[in-house]
């Protein structure tokens, strides 16, 4: 059978398939430039596991007090190493990219503290967390008396100097940056832009906690926010540093006297680091952080993809066929509910998990209207594979992100435009 055979009998037609063809063959310097990029980093973290001496030991398994692990020790001199920081605390007890940055931010602010983001609204789950606005969770800083300010993005996405220099004062204890865009419109922060926030703010109050939260950026870009003189990095193990391998985790690496105290918040005050089974999952850990270059380049190429098909075909697209990128989202505006469901269903129809079920649009907690889902994942809710999710109001935008290989996640994308075409909501 030929390749294109194998598109065929899988529901790709000879247009689609041809039309995706053409767009591919126009992306060759930008994938050049990608494996370039992919290559660098796999050398950084290659020479991170030789340096630390990582070996078969490491792989074994923990339990209980999970006292003297290894395994859990190396992997954190690893992280720390790539990330170029004194510390880091790499664990399954972190259990999502919410509660990292929930720990993080408990761990280092105390009641009268003020916490600023000078980058707007933060990732939507950290609304409860902080207690933004009305938004406060049981159990929110705002509870513990920790004060929460805000500077807005200006209108072309600037950085608003003179706003932060008026909203940092003697209480200011930690600037909160987020780097992704994650689902709002603002664009994503390069780690250069990153690094001249930081720069500025130091220079107002060197000794304010700069805390960067990672998710979705790692390994895009040669340099992470630590280098560029962030205290803390913060991320999830199942988005690009856990490789699709790490079946759970999260990460914050930064300042020895931060990250103790990040551990002594995930166990307990005196415990901190020393204890932390982690039953069976450092190879996990080992390997998928081993893959994670590659694989974000799998996912930034599918990301790139779709920008270059769905903006030929007239959608809005963010960010758009060309521009630079700092993460791996990508946002296509398709323009009716309709648009929406056909797009994911095709990404969900290409899943290697669940391709046999169609994805229904239902009422989640903490949207205003029904969402719909594509996610056929080996790891449950894992968002580095291939996987989209869309509101169905207006714009009726879909965001979607990941894809372990390339080629799966140039499949998912060729079926979103083969359900498209079959509903007769784009011609080509
Ligand atoms: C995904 C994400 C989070 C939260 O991570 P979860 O693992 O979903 O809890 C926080 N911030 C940003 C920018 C994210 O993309």
Redesign the pocket.
């Known amino acids: 059978m030929e390749l294109q055979d194998w598109y065929k009998e899988a529901g790709i037609s000879e247009k689609v398939y041809d039309f995706c063809s053409k767009i591919e063959a126009g992306l060759k310097e930008r994938f050049e430039a990608i494996d370039r990029t992919a290559e660098y980093n796999q050398m950084k973290v290659l020479r991170a596991m030789q340096k630390h001496k990582v070996s078969a030991g490491c792989f074994e398994s923990s339990t209980g007090y999970g006292y003297d692990d290894l395994g859990r020790e190396t992997l954190e001199d690893v992280y720390a190493s790539v990330f170029e920081t004194e510390s880091a605390l790499v664990r399954p007890q972190l259990t999502?990219?919410?509660?990292a940055?929930t720990v993080a931010l408990s761990a280092n602010l105390r009641p009268g503290d003020e916490l600023l983001s000078p980058v707007g609204k933060p990732?939507d789950?950290?609304e409860g967390v902080i207690g933004i606005g009305d938004n406060a969770a049981p159990g929110s800083l705002k509870e513990f008396g920790v004060v929460y300010r805000q500077v807005d993005l200006k209108e072309d996405g600037s950085f608003d100097f003179e706003g932060i220099r008026e909203a940092l004062n003697d209480r200011t204890k930690l600037v909160t940056i987020?780097r992704?865009k994650?689902y709002a419109t603002r664009p994503t922060l390069s780690v250069a832009r990153i690094g001249e926030l930081i720069s500025f703010i130091k220079s107002i109050r060197p000794d304010v906690i700069c805390m960067v939260?990672n998710?979705?950026g790692e390994f895009v870009e040669r340099i992470e926010p630590t280098q560029v003189g962030a205290d803390m990095c913060v991320g999830?193990l199942?988005?690009n540093p856990g490789g699709g391998l790490a079946p759970i985790g999260g990460y914050i690496v930064g300042r020895q006297d931060l990250i103790d105290m990040c551990a002594y918040r995930l166990t307990a005050p005196g415990l901190g680091k020393e204890v932390g089974a982690t039953l069976g999952l450092n190879r996990s850990f080992f390997q998928g952080f081993f893959m994670a270059p590659c694989v974000a380049a799998s996912a930034l190429k599918g990301a790139i993809f779709a920008a270059n098909i769905y903006e030929r075909l007239g959608f809005q697209v963010v960010p758009n066929s060309t521009e630079s990128r700092h993460d791996i989202i990508q946002a296509v505006t398709l323009g009716s509910a309709e648009g929406v469901i056909a797009f994911c269903k095709g990404i969900q129809s290409g899943s290697p998990v669940d391709s046999h079920v169609a994805p229904e649009p239902y009422a989640m907690p903490g949207y205003h209207s029904d969402v719909i889902m594509a996610a056929g994942a080996f790891v449950q809710g894992s968002?580095i594979e291939l996987s989209a999710d869309g509101p169905i109001e207006p714009p009726y935008a879909v965001y979607f992100q990941g894809g372990l290989t390339w080629y799966h996640a140039k499949f998912g994308i060729m079926m979103s435009v083969q359900y498209m075409e079959n509903e007769h909501l784009l011609s080509l």
């Open positions: 999502c990219g919410t509660h940055l990732y789950t950290l987020q992704s994650g939260d998710c979705y999830s199942i988005k968002s």
